[in-house]
């Protein structure tokens, strides 16, 4: 089975490798063709294996074959998050050291600021931003193949919602960029997935997170058809799952919510028998929502918890309902060990920081040796979550260390809190952190977005709290409730809760 996106447009050119937000149809052919063409603009500019690009793109075809084109010319490539501000992304520019910049006219404002100190000849655009020249020039008036061809990488920065953002950088392997890593296929086969076998991907997140990056690239490495979606609304998804008979997808918590939220006529008009893997991540997930979700949708939700750094854990629905709230066991050579504050092991059923590793796949951060040392125990590291491993070796999440709340010495995980308030109809979504108290330390705020229609009053207030005395300890129960008509999270789901705690 040819795999590796230029071999399958050399094998089945007419294969459709991507469906881009407006419907139109990209075969492997025409995107192998514009990867080259973009690898050739790349290196006509002077940029050479090890160097880096940012990108400052929508969910697009332009995006996929302009990483590609710096895959296969050995360049880092760093996917600026667009929701940034222009001094935030200039940081990136300048942190990864950047030769190169391509924005979109969506986000001019914000790639102008960012790629000021770049010259004009190595900012490109889709669309039309001053002083940017029209990506469809990049390359352009030249035929073939780069003329040197090896395997780059995504440098993947941290999520920044604590302090400057880091950037994950991994040593260039020197690979063939038309063998695909066998990573790729070990790595959709934790899910069931395999290459051609007739899969159809959705992207329905922003292709600035790693994860969903990683599923739309192996995706098309694997010859399956990717379809990109520019803006998630929980129906379209579905109509998007009927029209293109879509077999797997990564989502995130927030998502199945809203699919949720949806009216019963609604949900039972599209067509989903095509789906094998619905595979979420990224945020811990209620366990009514799971439980739900698995009847609407049966066995094809699989749920996944792992870093950019390398390493994670895998649960099938089938196990999940054995183990509710655990997270999987670890992934083949991954690792999975629980430590107290002194790196020592801790016992099973004893909530510690997780630490993983990835194989002997290693990482730094760019430019921040302290910050890569002080993660690291030995060759495993630490995302600062908290967890327990069960007697099975099953992981179980409880919260990140920085958001963990300490009130009269009680340790209090606000994400159990959260779980149980979005449960209730008239909550659409609920952030629970910790706030300064003279007396305990800390006591719980929570901040709550009702669902559409509700209006937010002390009546509300009187019946979530009333609602959660009935699902959790008195203690836990949130002091104050703050309503806001929209929490601050980014398209893939991830809560801003600093600018909540700064807010408060």
Wanted: proline content about 7%; some cysteine; aromatic content about 8%.
């Amino acid at each position: 089975m040819v795999t590796g996106l230029w071999n399958i447009a050399a094998d089945q050119p007419d294969l459709t490798a991507l469906v881009d937000p407006s419907g139109r149809e990209i075969t492997y052919r025409e995107l192998a063709a514009q990867a080259d063409r973009y690898g050739r603009g790349f290196q006509a500019l002077g940029l050479a294996p090890g160097d880096s690009i940012v990108l400052m793109l929508p969910n697009s075809a332009e995006l996929v074959a302009v990483y590609f084109a710096a895959y296969q010319t050995g360049l880092y490539v760093v996917m600026a998050n667009w929701h940034l501000t222009g001094a935030e992304v200039a940081y990136l520019v300048q942190d990864s050291g950047a030769k190169a910049f391509v924005g979109h006219e969506r986000f001019a404002a914000a790639a102008t600021e960012a790629a000021a100190s770049l010259p004009a000849n190595a900012k490109y655009s889709v669309g039309d931003v001053p002083g940017f020249l029209p990506l469809d020039e990049l390359g352009a008036g030249a035929e073939g193949r780069p003329d040197v061809r090896t395997a780059g990488s995504p440098m993947l920065y941290t999520s920044g919602t604590t302090g400057r953002p880091k950037g994950v950088r991994r040593p260039l392997t020197g690979a063939d960029p038309d063998v695909v890593p066998p990573s790729a296929p070990w790595f959709f086969g934790i899910f069931g997935i395999k290459a051609h076998d007739g899969h159809v991907h959705l992207c329905g997140s922003p292709l600035y997170h790693t994860a969903v990056l990683n599923f739309v690239v192996i995706s098309i490495q694997l010859g399956h058809t990717a379809v990109l979606m520019d803006h998630w609304t929980p129906e379209e998804m579905l109509r998007l799952i009927e029209r293109y008979e879509v077999t797997h997808s990564h989502m995130v918590p927030t998502q199945f919510h809203r699919l949720l939220a949806l009216p019963d006529d609604v949900k039972a008009k599209y067509d989903l028998k095509s789906l094998r893997a619905m595979i979420h991540g990224a945020a811990p997930c209620p366990l009514e929502v799971k439980r739900r979700m698995l009847d609407w949708w049966g066995p094809v939700v699989i749920e996944y918890y792992a870093a950019t750094e390398g390493g994670g854990t895998a649960i099938t629905a089938q196990e999940w309902l054995r183990k509710p709230g655990s997270v999987g066991l670890p992934w083949p050579t991954s690792e999975i060990k629980i430590l107290d504050e002194d790196g020592n092991d801790l016992p099973a059923g004893e909530r510690g920081l997780v630490y993983m590793r990835m194989g002997d796949a290693t990482f730094e951060y760019h430019k921040d040796a302290e910050k890569t040392k002080a993660a690291r125990v030995g060759k495993l590291f630490t995302l600062q979550d908290i967890g327990y491993l069960d007697e099975d070796g099953y992981l179980f999440l409880c919260d990140r260390k920085n958001d963990m709340i300490i009130s009269g010495g009680v340790n209090i995980y606000p994400a159990e809190i959260e779980g149980e308030l979005v449960c209730h109809p008239k909550v659409a979504d609920v952030a629970v952190f910790g706030v300064p108290h003279p007396d305990w330390g800390e006591e719980i705020k929570a901040v709550v977005q009702p669902a559409d229609g509700v209006e937010p009053n002390g009546e509300l207030t009187r019946e979530l709290l009333e609602f959660a005395g009935t699902r959790l300890a008195k203690f836990k129960l949130p002091r104050t409730i703050e309503y806001l008509a929209e929490l601050p999270r980014d398209p893939n789901g991830k809560l801003y809760k600093r600018k909540l705690r700064d807010r408060a």
